[in-house]
């Protein structure tokens, strides 16, 4: 088997390192300074807008989209690396790369199921970099762990839909340059395909009945790196009909096609969370010392930093073979793997962190090191794009039918 790297993946993975140690670690503080100074705490610092610019320059951009029309034209294996150094800065990299969700999602359905119309509208300037969005899917008053489950009402009115629902952590909606929503919803309830029920719509920002109502917190946090997560509310928010994305009844279907990749992201971003730990906890490790003695010279320790390091490697080599598959079996066939590694990255980066944090002891969760921010991060992650609970449920299904009779 081979494990080498391609030469197009090194090259690019030589200059994201690069730019990364130039601009992306120095930025993290500056942008924290700034922030603090601007009016609003979910406008864009303005360093964030020179990274964005810099990468650009740098041909450092829109590296996740594998479609060469409007991206960088790489498969999964090859922006595996890529995913995983942007993770180990979260706040700040995918962004300035062009390469945060939910945009990378967002874009990918429009590329993928947009009419011409709507890829000129929001997809290319999505690309640019000049505008945000947001994709309305989780509800608060249902399990949203299953997607039949929703309650937004799409409805047909003449040559209007008329969507009616709450959603909440929803993603980039907090970001003043957020403009569009990518909203499911119910257009059939009474449906006898429960997977046909829903479909998606595309509703501006702006359109009447559509209200930003409150930031939501993860772990305390507001998130503003990306954008934050809102509660919001649709009260009979008109749009054309020709927003809808796809066709009627395709909205689970489009949900299921934009997850997959989403939830590889996820996985490979969460190794770089992993590898800016070990780090974090090397580094404390040989500069402290505690009961006369150096803290990397206690046993504890050293089985921490090793335990890291193989959990490390093993998550990577499954996250590359499931890579691999999405690209020569497609996503389907992927299928069990990327719910293995859905369910394996969170928990064990969660474990890494937490040793990370303890290292630091009282720094480990302060805002001095971004170790506390990782955590709410990659626990986060066992509850988003599926519970941990419901990707073991259907692994599990595949792997009892093997054995029925």
């Keep these: 088997m081979d494990f080498a790297f391609d030469a197009r993946t090194e090259e690019l993975r030589a200059r994201l390192l690069a730019f990364m140690d130039a601009y992306v670690y120095p930025a993290e503080a500056v942008a924290e300074e700034q922030r603090a100074a601007l009016a609003s705490p979910w406008d864009t610092p303005a360093v964030v807008e020179e990274l964005k610019a810099e990468a650009r320059r740098q041909g450092l951009w829109n590296l996740f989209l594998p479609d060469a029309e409007y991206g960088a034209g790489l498969t999964n294996l090859q ?61 608060p008053d249902v399990a949203s762990s299953d997607a039949t489950n929703i309650t937004t009402r799409i409805e047909r009115d003449g040559d209007e839909y008329v969507v009616t629902g709450r959603k909440w952590y929803i993603s980039g909606a907090m970001n003043p340059d957020c403009r569009i929503f990518i909203v499911m919803g119910k257009t059939d309830p009474g449906g006898t395909d429960i997977r046909r029920q829903q479909s998606m719509v595309l509703v501006p920002r702006d359109t009447p009945g559509v209200t930003v109502r409150r930031a939501m917190r993860v772990f305390g946090y507001e998130d503003h790196g990306h954008g934050g997560h809102a509660e919001v509310v649709f009260d009979h928010a008109r749009v054309p009909v020709s927003n809808l994305i796809g066709a009627e009844g395709g909205g689970f279907a489009i949900a299921q096609a934009r997850l997959g990749p989403g939830r590889i992201h996820h996985c490979m971003r969460l190794i770089g969370m992993a590898e800016r730990a070990i780090e974090l906890m090397c580094r404390r490790a040989v500069s402290r010392s505690a009961f006369g003695q150096a803290l990397a010279r206690q046993g504890v320790v050293h089985n921490w930093i090793a335990d890291a390091r193989v959990t490390v490697e093993q998550l990577r080599l499954l996250v590359l073979k499931t890579a691999w598959l999405m690209d020569t079996v497609g996503n389907k066939g992927a299928h069990t793997e990327i719910q293995a590694i859905k369910i394996a990255t969170p928990r064990a980066v969660v474990g890494i962190i937490d040793r990370a944090i303890q290292l630091h002891g009282a720094g480990g969760v302060s805002q001095d090191f971004p170790l506390a921010e990782l955590y709410a991060a990659a626990r986060t992650l066992m509850i988003a794009d599926g519970p941990d609970e419901v990707h073991q449920r259907s692994l599990a299904r595949q792997e009892l039918k093997k054995y029925a009779s």
């Design 79 to 139: 922006y595996a690396p890529l995913a995983e150094i942007t993770g180990r800065s979260p706040q700040l990299a995918p962004t300035a790369l062009n390469c945060a969700a939910p945009d990378t999602g967002n874009m990918e359905v429009l590329a993928q199921f947009g009419d011409a119309r709507q890829k000129k509208q929001w997809l290319e300037p999505l690309l640019a970099g000049e505008i945000r969005s947001a994709f309305a899917m989780t509800e």
